[in-house]
């Protein structure tokens, strides 16, 4: 087979709902060989759900592969689309707590890790936590969701897309102060106006007019798209095409997540990754990710001796076929 081709549609032959808590059930599904190499599939966003696509990249023969959507997304419950969801429960911390949880549920000792984006900072918080639950990381598009991070997403972008991150800032309802925008002026105002328009977002998809939290799912979407318009591969529309209740939840989730700082402490997943010494990992990261620049995945790399970074040149935050190819040659690597 081809390193850029996927393996066929694969069916679960397991599936449920956990109970993690606070009201939460969590949706998971297993697929491939009961008897092959545990791996959980962690998905990005945060909030997007998982996809029966992320199946395909793990040989069914050999790999007994979990998936789940995270708290109040894809088909967990309750369903962060309705704003009196409350997402109190709903952090980093019980995300960690829930994945012990389905591993402890499923019977599995240790577990390869694979996701990216959003997924992959959950990975690594999960493993920094958890190594020796943890038999191999692999990941495409690394973030560590730093504020910098954040920061860059939702602000420092706008140097590159000004006219749409000027129609991101004002469909939060906030004036565009040129001194103070996301990408000029001191560190601290940059900071400042990126957690001022994300706590505005948090609060629009949360309010009791329809109309409000659609105007705001739609310009959060519309600023997501834009960031991406440049990549060679992928939708036009990757962010707005999504459904409308799980666009919503996906918005709801990640403004509640970002302007929090995902409840992580400055820099701590690149501080702390000593303690992923001894766990094997490939990161594949995109050389024109803009979403998620390739810093961080060089940062990562350096700070953890046991991981490899493969950098795709014809690749963004949305992957391409040499991307998904080499994260199908490092899971085959990783099946033993």
Known sequence: MSPDVLYPPLAPYDHGMLDVGDGNLVHWEVCGNPQGKPALVVHGGPGSGCTPYARRFFDPERYRVVLFDQRNCGRSTPHASDPAVDLRHNTTGHLIADMERLRAHLGMDRWLLYGGSWGSTLILAYAEAHPERVSEIVIPSVTTTRRSEIEWLYGGAGAV????????????????????????????????????TLRAYARLTEDPDPAVRDRATADWAAWEDAVLSQEPNGSATIYSDRPPAALKAFVRICAHYFSHGAWLEEGVLLRDAGRLAGIPGVLVHGRYDLGGPLGTAWELTRAWPDARLVVIQDAGHKGSDAQRGEVRVALDAFAG
């Open 161 to 196: 897309f000004p006219a749409e991150w000027h129609r991101f800032r004002t469909g939060a309802g906030l004036p565009v102060d040129d001194s103070r925008t996301g990408w000029s002026g001191s560190a601290a105002d940059r900071a400042g106006v990126v957690q001022e």
